[in-house]
Nanobody, 129 residues
Framework: EVQLVESGGGLVQAGGSLRLSCEVS????????IGWFRQAPEKEREGVAC????????HYVDSVKGRFTISSDNTKNTVYLQMNSLKPEDTAVYYC??????????????????????WGKGTLVTVSS
């Protein structure tokens, strides 16, 4: 059974930090790029960060560059999203997703879905002002 399980969300004050984890099972970790998406209330889901299958490249949406860092631990089949200098506008449910072939942060969401085989159920991040 394929599973992507997110954890690490919670409530934090603006300027604070959180680290999200996405533990995957049921497929070969190295065969997929793993990305993080988020969806705020009444907003469209957006790609936030992604790490390539080899772990050799990372991609970020402009709004999180310099604040968020994505990394992976192949020994644990886990991808992390370190989020620093959090802002209230970062409040959202954060999802991880397994991508065939490529990361999709730079693509419109409709195109991104084409490359995504699996989703996690999400973890809520709330940043208070």
């Amino acid at each position: 059974e394929v599973q992507l399980v997110e954890s690490g969300g919670g409530l934090v004050q603006a300027g604070g930090s959180l680290r999200l984890s996405c533990e995957v099972s049921g497929f070969t970790f190295d065969d997929y790029a793993i990305g993080w998406f988020r969806q705020a209330p009444e907003k469209e889901r957006e790609g936030v960060a992604c790490i390539s299958r080899s772990g050799g490249s990372t991609h970020y949406v402009d709004s999180v560059k310099g604040r968020f860092t994505i990394s992976s631990d192949n020994t644990k089949n886990t991808v992390y999203l370190q989020m620093n200098s959090l802002k209230p506008e970062d409040t959202a449910v954060y999802y991880c997703a397994a991508h065939r072939l490529r990361c999709t942060v730079a693509l419109p969401l409709g195109q991104a879905y084409y490359y995504i085989d699996y989703w996690g159920k999400g973890t809520l991040v709330t940043v208070s002002s």
